[in-house]
């Protein structure tokens, strides 16, 4: 049987390495890439957590995680489409603006 | 055997996560994440979260990775521009914070006890598509129907930000 905090370690180790990839990459994708790996992680906590107490509470907040996460990929690839036909560029250090 | 299987997955999932940071061409980013989203859900369905399991693959894996790939195909950026020097400073305070992250997440790693608290078996099973859609339609409904909100929210936001100027 493999221990709860295995399961636990997993997961801070990804949402470390996404929480680098934001510090660290400059393409407005792979952050975002990052982003979602981030939100990945703490579904592994939730559905691990909900698995070992027997509770389904955790599971369905994975599925509405999921969701969120659906419409933020939607709305955010829509704005990197917007900033790039405008700049040319998926630089975030050229795009320093609020203004598309 | 579970502890065999479970390394073998979490080394692909680690494995893919750190890929998405070495490549510089973001579409073998995207493929690398949908690698890591494959192998935590085989870890979800060792957790006995079947459900989970199969909507990680299809809508993370099969809807919203897919939607990234049309993207990173449509803007059709070859690679990562070459680094532009604006703030040479700011490299330096990267290696610090990222340190000051790996610390804590490892700080955090040594409090966790190695106990086990017991499984629940058989009825009570939580993973399966009964109990999540039991759950979704009495305890949880309200949130379920406000997700449906959002997401008539962020299709129309979508449209809206996609759309050129003066159509």
Redesign the interface.
């Known amino acids: 049987?493999?221990?709860?905090?295995?399961?636990?370690?997993?997961s801070?180790?990804?949402?470390?390495?996404?929480?680098?990839?934001v510090?660290?990459?400059?393409?407005v994708?792979?952050i975002?890439?990052?982003i979602?790996?981030m939100l990945?992680a703490v579904?592994?906590t939730l559905?691990?957590l909900?698995?070992?107490?027997?509770?389904?509470?955790g599971?369905?907040f994975?599925?509405?995680v999921?969701?969120?996460?659906?419409?933020?990929?939607?709305?955010g690839?829509?704005?990197?489409?917007?900033i790039?036909?405008n700049r040319e560029?998926?630089?975030v250090?050229e795009v320093d603006q609020l203004k598309l | 055997m579970?502890?065999v299987l479970?390394i073998i997955f979490?080394v692909l999932?680690?494995g893919g996560?750190?890929n998405?940071?070495l490549q510089r061409n973001?579409l073998y980013?995207?493929l690398s994440?949908i690698g890591?989203?494959a192998s935590?859900s085989a870890?979800?369905v060792?957790?006995?979260?079947q459900?989970?399991a199969a909507?990680?693959i299809v809508?993370?894996a099969g809807?919203?990775m897919v939607?990234?790939v049309f993207?990173?195909m449509?803007?059709n950026?070859p690679k990562?521009?070459p680094?532009?020097d604006?703030?040479k400073w700011l490299r330096y305070l990267?290696v610090p914070?990222?340190s000051v992250?790996?610390a804590e997440?490892f700080y955090?790693?040594r409090l966790?006890?190695?106990?086990?608290?017991p499984?629940?078996e058989g009825d009570?099973a939580?993973?399966t598509t009964w109990?999540?859609g039991t759950?979704?339609f009495t305890?949880?409904l309200l949130?379920?129907e406000v997700?449906s909100v959002?997401?008539l929210?962020?299709?129309v936001?979508?449209?809206v930000?996609?759309r050129?100027e003066g159509d």
Request: proline letters at 3%; one cysteine or more.
């Open positions: 049987m493999v221990p709860l905090s295995w399961y636990l370690g997993l801070a180790l990804i949402f470390t390495i996404g929480a680098v990839g510090f660290v990459k400059r393409n994708i792979t975002f890439l990052c979602e790996l990945n579904n592994l559905v691990s909900s698995s070992f107490f027997g509770d389904a509470g599971q369905l994975v599925f509405i999921m969701t969120v996460a659906a419409a933020e990929a939607a709305v690839l829509a704005i990197i489409i917007s790039f036909r560029s998926l630089n250090d | 579970e502890k479970f979490a999932a680690v996560a750190l998405i940071l973001p980013s995207a994440l890591t989203l935590l870890l979800y060792m957790l006995r979260a459900f989970i909507i990680q809508v993370y809807a919203i939607l990234f993207v990173i449509l803007l950026v990562e521009q680094v532009i604006k703030q990267a914070f990222a992250i790996l997440a955090v790693l966790i006890p190695s106990v086990t608290p499984r629940v009570q939580v993973g109990s999540i759950g979704l305890d949880y949130p379920f997700t959002l997401i929210m962020a299709v936001g979508a449209m930000l996609a050129r």
